[in-house]
């Protein structure tokens, strides 16, 4: 008899560039096909390309589904012993989201994507946000979150808006990184996980 398959896949991510990560995300139902099977494999393919946060969008659907592990921010020294607590074990799959308030003054925080290798910018954003969502059982939370979290989940809910963190950078900034950008549309880049090019799909 055989044991039970190791049945988890790691699926390519989608680079900068591509018209997926554009599209504003349709809900979902509980009867998506394969929904248990697509949520494993997502978290595997964000712990493969050590990511903190990955949306469906960026492995090629355009739905409202996005997933964040803060438990890597645990183990930053420099941050209270409590906000070590709250980041361990902080795995959570958010269907369906609905940022329903954004409050508080902008804070700048260094982000980057895994759709968007090796830039790195800061982005200014909101601190404290209160959402509505639906977890992997399809039951619903309205929730508030603030700091780091707050700001993983709004990256990872602007990839189900169709909005990348590039968008909110200054005129001059997104002029600086162009070329970067196009690049990476391109391929020519050196990453080590497994991504699709938008500009290597097309037919010679
Ligand atoms: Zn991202």
């Known amino acids: 008899m055989q044991s039970k398959i190791k049945t ?7 680079a900068y560039g591509d018209t997926v990560l554009r ?28 990511g903190i946060g990955l949306a469906a969008p960026q492995v090629g ?11 890597p921010f645990a183990e930053d020294e420099d941050i209270s012993p409590e906000e070590q607590e709250q980041f361990k074990g902080f795995k959570h799959t958010f269907i369906n989201a ?11 925080f260094n982000e980057g994507c895994l759709s968007i290798p090796d830039i790195r910018e800061d982005v ?8 509505q969502y639906q977890d992997e059982n399809f039951d619903t939370h309205i929730k508030t979150f603030d700091g780091i979290i707050a700001r993983i989940i709004q990256h990872e809910y602007d990839h189900i808006e169709g909005i990348l963190f590039t ?3 200054s005129p001059l900034k997104r002029r600086l990184i162009k070329g970067k950008l196009a690049n990476i549309s391109k391929g020519k880049i050196n990453v080590d996980y497994k991504m699709r090019f938008p500009a290597l799909k097309k037919k010679r």
């Not at 988890?8 to 989608?14: F, N, Q, R, S, T």
């Not at 979902?28 to 978290?43: G, Q, R, S, V």
């Not at 940022?99 to 804070?107: K, N």
Request: no cysteine; hydrophobic share 45%.
């Open 8 to 14: 988890e896949m790691i699926l390519p991510i989608v």
């Open 23 to 50: 599209k504003k995300g349709d809900p979902i139902a509980k009867t998506y096909p394969n929904l248990d099977e697509l949520i494993e494999n997502m978290f595997e393919t964000m712990y493969a390309a050590s």
């Open 61 to 71: 659907l355009p739905i409202r589904l996005f997933l964040v592990d803060a438990t």
């Open 98 to 108: 609905q940022i329903l308030e954004e409050e508080g003054d902008e804070w700048v």
């Open 124 to 131: 200014f954003r909101k601190p404290m946000i209160k959402i």
């Open 167 to 169: 968008d909110k950078l």
